[in-house]
């Protein structure tokens, strides 16, 4: 069940601490996607999106969504450090209420040419709007449930990167996307792009457990990095936005 949150302009499905599992403008509303064209430090990212949405006349509980880009995977103790201090972030944006985060977010690490540190590849924020085309985002999952004690007791086929073993991460992975968007109403129809994060081996599988699916009906966009979390190999997201911009 999504929640609304008026004074972003969109509600989003109920996830962890951490981040929602999506967001989704309200009625008069549409999502917009800004990247940037050189990923500035997390602090500076969120400084540099606050000038943009204010720019826009908006203010900054708008802000919805955010793609991240860190030096390397985490242990879980550093993951929840880390989802700490981004989280204290949001809530000095008026974004934590009663400890609810409705911000989505994907946070993965780049094999080659990684950060120093955590950086803000793009993020998306909730403007009026006249149609009614439906706009959302879906926040970023890798092959694990989420809500659980821990992450590694959990994993899918863990540490198993053969054929097989992708082929039933890739699998938990799309169905996972497909119940965020189903939370919203949606399906891979309504989706404008999708996101791939690995750097193993998916192709055997890529046919028929994505194309087949209908997930890359608009392509597929593969960035050569690892989920978030040490002993994950496979994330996605996806979203459905009118407008994407470059800053």
Known sequence: MTTEFRQGGYSYLPGVFQYSAGV?????????????????????G????????????????AFCACELRSPAQFSEPAFRSFNEFY?????QW???VDGANPVARSN????????????????????????TVPTFVIAGSGE???????????????????PAG?????????????????????GWKDVTATQAYSIRHFHDCLGD???????????LIWHYCRPPIVGLDFEMDCRSVSRELVA
Not at 24 to 44: D, K, M, Q, S, W
Not at 87 to 91: A, F, G, P
């Open 144 to 162: 694990v449930p989420e809500g659980k004690a821990n992450y590694r007791d959990h994993i899918v086929s863990p540490g198993d990167v053969s």
């Open 24 to 44: 989704a403008g309200l009625a008069g509303f549409e999502i917009v996607r800004v990247t940037f064209r050189n990923a500035p430090p997390l602090r500076e």
């Open 166 to 186: 992708m082929r039933n991460k890739v699998r938990f992975v799309r169905e996972e996307m497909e119940r965020r968007l189903a939370g919203f109403g949606m």
């Open 94 to 96: 008026g974004l934590i």
């Open 108 to 131: 993965v690490c780049p094999e080659l040419g990684a950060p120093a540190e955590p950086v803000m590849f793009a993020f998306s924020y909730a403007v009026p709007f006249g149609g």
């Open 46 to 61: 969120f400084r540099q999106a606050a000038e943009i949405i204010k720019a826009a006349g908006r203010p900054l509980t």
């Open 209 to 219: 457990e994505l194309v087949a699916s209908g997930a890359a009906r608009h392509g």
């Open 87 to 91: 989280v204290d972030i949001l809530s």
